[in-house]
């Protein structure tokens, strides 16, 4: 008597089989012709020897009623004899995992009721997740797999110890903030070495199947605090001529300049209010124990070389690209001859710790740069000379991106014009604060 039960699967490799399975005198059976067929094996039915020869990797012999089998010269004993009725032979489906694995030539195994025939792998894929502040690499492992991940030389390394994988892994692409990963194999184990784009550093984390590796980028703060540096004051006035000073367009400008952005919801801190003397060392201090989110220092140009040069830059952070930014640069670094006496610790070391600190700044004080400039000349009738470079002392912050802006020239005659203006004062404050509004703005 024959019963038709459930069908039985299959998994070779990763592609699934579906059989019928049957019971006959209570044991379970598949029928070699479903086998022969959806396997795709050779097979050949010897009547005089009443034997079924079947072949793929390897060749295996069965004869109907016999539990001895034969796979290429070895015997082997199965619990039940395959059973041939109707003129079909009927295989055990407890010994699949014997005869298919041995006419296959792989390992098999039954796990959860279905036959799983095939290299079994402990690493199962590789997955991605990118979007613009953060890129996640994970890999589905076996949970019992076993991992190392160091740095070493620059390289962020994960290694895996005994891995089973297949080699479609070994093709990994760049991403996001990944902007390198190469892959090693060795014996017993596999490498992948990760480059991060500004070297930013990798976290993992291991959660049961997933190996994650984040990079996030330096995380971006809402724009609330800033402060409001009016350059010079006190004993040092910064550009002078005819009588006219630095310290005190700049102060009338950033007053303005904080009232705006006070008026638009900013909490502003000011480095000064009125005519004193502020080493450059404190207003970084200021800033920096304030924890601003945007630095912006208030300064008007002179050359006493040439009364023709004129107009607004605004600069940021970086060794001075260029000579007319090594002469900005050196004048306003000049302050620090005033403070000398004040401040005799101000060491190379200094200018070293806080290049490094500001480095991570660097492309959101350009981007900052960038905005106000544009802003300066489009709202205030003012020449173009661009958002630039130079290495200015007061820019040196640990946590903040920091600009400065260099309004116009008191040596030339139609900008100590404006300068002199209020109205010109008045428009120029508001050009800046709107130019950090728009900063804050695009930035998320
Ligand atoms: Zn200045």
Redo the contacts with the bound molecule.
């Keep these: 008597m024959i019963f038709l039960l459930f069908s039985f699967t299959i998994n070779l490799s990763g592609n699934i089989y579906t059989f019928q399975e049957y019971t006959i005198e209570n044991n379970r059976y598949i029928g070699s012709d479903s086998l022969i067929g959806k396997l795709d094996l050779s097979s050949h039915w010897d009547n005089n020897r009443q034997t079924l020869t079947l072949q793929k990797e390897k060749v295996v012999y069965l004869i109907p009623d016999n539990p001895f089998i034969k796979i290429e010269r070895d015997v082997y004993q199965l619990r039940y004899a395959p059973i041939r009725k109707d003129g079909k032979l009927f295989i055990p489906t407890t010994s699949l995992a014997l005869i298919l694995g041995g006419l296959l030539n792989m390992e098999a195994n039954f796990e959860n009721g279905r036959l799983e025939i095939g290299t079994r792998v402990n690493i199962y894929g590789i997955h991605w997740k990118v979007d613009s502040s953060s890129t996640e690499w994970t890999i589905e492992c076996s949970p019992s797999l076993n991992y190392l991940f160091n740095k070493t030389n620059g390289e962020w390394i994960l290694t895996l110890f005994n891995p089973i994988y297949n080699k479609k892994i070994l093709d990994q692409p760049s991403k996001g903030l990944i902007e390198e990963i190469k892959v090693e194999e060795g014996e017993g184990f596999i490498k992948f070495r990760f480059k991060t784009k500004n070297d930013l550093p990798m976290d993992i984390i291991r959660n049961g199947k997933l190996l994650n590796i984040e990079v996030k980028r330096f995380e971006k703060r809402a724009i609330r605090t800033i402060v409001v540096d009016p350059?010079?004051g006190g004993k040092d006035p910064?550009?002078k001529y005819l009588g006219f000073m630095?310290k005190n367009i700049?102060l009338k400008v950033s007053k303005k300049l904080a009232a705006r952005l006070t008026e638009d919801g900013f909490n502003i801190i000011m480095t000064r209010t009125n005519d004193e003397f502020i080493p450059l060392k404190e207003r970084t201090q200021i800033a920096d124990s304030a924890r601003a989110d945007l630095f912006v220092s208030i300064?008007?140009n002179a050359s006493y070389s040439s009364n023709k040069m004129h107009g607004a830059e605004t600069y940021f952070l970086s060794a001075a690209k260029s000579d007319w930014a090594r002469t900005v640069e050196a004048?306003?670094n000049s302050a620090i001859r005033f403070e000398a006496e004040d401040n005799p610790d101000i060491t190379e070391i200094d200018y070293i710790l806080n290049d490094l600190a500001q480095t991570q700044f660097l492309e959101e004080s350009q981007q900052a740069a960038i905005y106000i400039q544009e802003s300066l000349i489009h709202k205030s009738d003012l020449y173009n000379r661009g958002a630039k470079q130079a290495n200015f002392y007061v820019l040196r912050l640990n946590y903040m991106p920091a600009v400065l802006v260099?309004i116009a020239f008191l040596t030339n005659s139609k900008d100590r014009k404006k300068l002199l203006n209020d109205e010109f004062i008045e428009k120029t404050a508001s050009a800046i604060a709107e130019g950090i509004e728009e900063y804050a703005r695009v930035r998320f």
């Design positions: 350059g010079h910064g550009a630095e700049v300064h008007c004048t306003e260099e």
